[in-house]
């Protein structure tokens, strides 16, 4: 029997699973960040380990008979941490074939079952990535919360405080997003609301949720929600087209994957990204039924040119 490994890592959590080529998920592991920019190569030596071990001890020493292994790793962009994510993969399964790219990919695949496209991701952060179909690959964004993440959880959370406290100050139209705000921080002054943000220990993790207080202010009508979402909607946008223009002809339709946070509530941000592509009518946007682990499971079975057909996708969602 013939099995493929597929991993996908983050700055907080990694997941791998192990299947056989039917599409069937015969097991799974979840183990700590495996990002190079935030983990010492020593650590990513001994989580790796432990997953392998986790998925082995399930499968009755399996781990021989994998034949390809594709890891989806955050910081895999960077070529030298890419390279050394695929030295410690390989040394601790010298009988595959590792393929390693950043995370974005399993996103990606998730939605188009391994065939090119662009996938938007905003969730605490953004970045646009895509792969057309000569392999080429680029990206648009990504660059944190100082100097981008246009679009994502922590912009829109941001321009809520920013507007509610407009709204104290009179220069800006009156707005439930302060009572909303309020009610979040168990706060009843502007002073405090600061206050409760700036002493976070991490400002930006307590930023980005309220993303989710814009969303309740945007169903209970709120003008100023609605503004903010619609400009975030714009920025991610001009990601997509700005991305689009570098890899794909004008004449080529394709999937946009939505994946973060941002796009939960499918009736809102979808559709207000949509109105604002709705000029180019080679997008068509998809929201994945599958996580990204499966778009890395994806990638090990292209490895080795697997068809991915319905019935593979079929057992892909029921094992999962």
């Known amino acids: 029997m013939v099995y493929y490994i597929g991993i996908d890592g983050g700055g907080t959590k990694t997941h791998a699973v192990?299947?056989?080529?039917?599409?069937?998920?015969?097991?799974?592991a979840m183990g700590g960040p495996s990002n190079p920019n935030a983990v010492e190569e020593s650590e990513l030596v001994a989580m790796f380990q432990t997953l392998f071990s986790e998925l082995d001890d399930a499968n009755q020493n399996v781990l021989p008979q994998v034949k390809r292994l594709y890891?989806?790793?955050?910081g895999a962009g960077n070529p030298a941490n890419q390279v050394m994510l695929k030295d410690i993969l390989s040394s601790l399964m010298p009988h595959t074939v590792v393929c390693v790219e950043p995370d974005a990919v399993c996103a990606l695949y998730s939605g188009t079952y391994g065939e090119e496209g662009i996938v938007q991701i905003a969730g605490t952060g953004s970045i646009t990535y895509g792969i057309?179909?000569?392999?080429e690959q680029a990206r648009v964004g990504g660059w944190g919360y100082l100097f981008g993440d246009e679009g994502s959880g922590y912009a829109i959370g941001k321009a809520a405080v920013t507007e509610a406290l407009k709204s104290v100050d009179g220069r800006g139209e009156p707005t439930i997003l302060l009572e909303l705000l309020?009610?979040?921080?168990?706060?009843?002054?502007?002073?405090?609301?600061?206050?409760s943000i700036y002493q976070a220990d991490q400002p930006k993790s307590v930023i980005a949720p309220l993303s989710r207080i814009v969303f309740q202010a945007y169903?209970?009508?709120?003008?100023?929600?609605?503004?903010?979402?619609?400009?975030?909607?714009?920025?991610?946008?001009?990601?997509?087209?700005?991305?689009?223009?570098?890899?794909?002809?004008?004449?080529?339709?394709?999937?946009?994957?939505?994946?973060?946070?941002?796009?939960?509530?499918?009736?809102?941000m979808p559709w207000l990204l949509k109105e604002?592509?709705?000029?180019?009518?080679?997008?068509?946007?998809?929201?994945?039924?599958?996580?990204?682990?499966?778009?890395?499971?994806?990638?090990?079975?292209?490895?080795?040119?697997?068809?991915?057909?319905r019935n593979i996708l079929a057992q892909l969602k029921n094992t999962l």
Request: glycine share 8%; aromatic share 8%.
């Open 182 to 195: 309020y009610e979040h921080f168990h706060v009843f002054h502007p002073q405090d609301l600061i206050k």
């Open 132 to 135: 057309n179909e000569a392999g």
């Open 71 to 74: 890891a989806g790793i955050a």
């Open 219 to 268: 169903f209970q009508g709120d003008k100023t929600a609605y503004a903010i979402l619609q400009e975030a909607a714009e920025d991610i946008a001009s990601q997509i087209m700005a991305l689009y223009r570098t890899l794909f002809t004008d004449t080529e339709k394709i999937k946009v994957v939505l994946c973060g946070g941002v796009f939960q509530e499918k009736t809102v």
């Open 18 to 28: 192990l299947a056989d080529g039917t599409g069937k998920v015969i097991a799974q």
């Open 276 to 309: 604002k592509l709705e000029p180019n009518a080679a997008f068509s946007l998809v929201q994945p039924e599958l996580p990204p682990v499966a778009g890395s499971l994806i990638g090990a079975y292209k490895m080795e040119n697997l068809q991915v057909n």
